[in-house]
């Protein structure tokens, strides 16, 4: 009996109890179902909150699907010091100031904005001509940013010294006046074309931006009475020595009004960037007039 020691004290010739060890990632052994089914997989056996990795104190994670966790990125100050908000990562909100297009798109339509480049050079007075005439879109869209000053005061000029010799009643008037009154009647009516071609160019210039239109009035101003003066010359020439009653030449006003309606939804619409109905609707005073006016004076 005395080598027995009672009592409930701990013994402290006894060993003490290791914990069990834990099996590394991955390498868990399957445990066993109850009732004979198919073995459990390993379960995940994932580290406490507390323990750390290198020693640095931040929670160490697992990949389950053994990549390597994500590198810790530093810190970053806030708004206006270069910060993350400053970069366009995922999760993150970038600030920008107001009225500020920060992608560049550009998408909203501004009316009046000048295209960034012309679309071409700029044609010669010949070319400028015979383009009108033979390929009108291509030169439109080419002279879109170009004036052509030059050309439309002197084309229209001249147009307007024959204008008068295919109105019947004015035509009279010179025949019946003396030289020196028969010049200033002449040139009078070459510089009222001029004005009129101005005014109509003008006010198709307008109705086609109030339409939308985004083009330059100088360009679109002088085409316009390149067209007007172009367009009605084989009327003209017929209408100077046949009356303006005659019928081809009712025939002849008529065809070219309509290759002049043509003409100008065409320039409105490389000049303004227009569907071709509301360049026809910007060009329809200036129709109107033509045909009423100087096409069929007789009216």
């Known amino acids: 009996m005395a080598g027995f020691r009672i009592g409930r004290g701990r013994d402290n010739n006894r060993a003490p109890q290791q914990p069990p060890r834990q099996q590394p990632y991955g390498q868990q052994q399957p445990q066993q ?9 390993p379960q995940q056996q994932w580290p406490q909150q507390g323990a750390t990795a ?13 990549q390597q966790p994500p590198a810790p990125q530093a810190a970053q ?6 910060g993350s908000y400053a970069n366009d990562n995922p999760g993150h909100t970038q600030v920008f100031a107001y009225g500020e297009d920060p992608y560049g798109q550009g998408s909203t339509y501004q009316a009046g904005a000048g295209a960034a480049a012309p679309a071409g050079p700029r ?15 291509p030169t439109f869209l080419q002279m ?6 030059g050309p439309a005061l ?3 000029f001249l147009y307007g010294l024959l204008a008068v010799f295919g109105l019947d009643d004015a035509r009279k008037d010179v025949i019946n006046a003396t030289l020196s009154q028969a010049v200033p009647i002449v040139l009078s ?31 679109t101003v002088g085409l316009s009475m390149l067209v007007m003066s172009i367009t009605d010359a084989p009327r003209l020439l017929f209408a100077v020595f046949l009356s303006g009653d005659n019928m081809l ?23 303004h960037d227009l569907p071709w109905p509301k360049a026809l609707g910007a060009s329809a005073i200036q129709l109107i007039a033509l045909l009423s006016i100087i096409k069929l004076g007789t009216i």
């Open 249 to 271: 030449v009712q025939i002849l006003g008529w065809a070219t009004w309509v290759a002049a309606g043509a003409l100008f939804t065409s320039l409105i619409s490389k000049s």
């Open 33 to 41: 179902a109850p009732y004979g089914g198919q073995p459990y997989p």
């Open 54 to 66: 290198g020693g640095h104190g931040e929670p160490e994670y697992f990949d389950p699907y053994g």
């Open 154 to 156: 002197i084309v229209t």
């Open 77 to 82: 100050p806030p708004y206006g010091h270069g």
């Open 189 to 219: 009516a070459g510089v009222a074309f001029v004005v009129c071609g101005l005014l109509l160019g003008v006010v198709t210039h307008t109705l086609a931006r109030q339409m939308g239109g985004d083009g330059a009035w100088q360009p």
């Open 123 to 137: 044609l010669p007075w010949k070319e400028l001509l015979r383009g009108i005439v033979m390929r009108p879109g």
């Open 144 to 149: 879109r940013d170009h004036p052509v000053w």
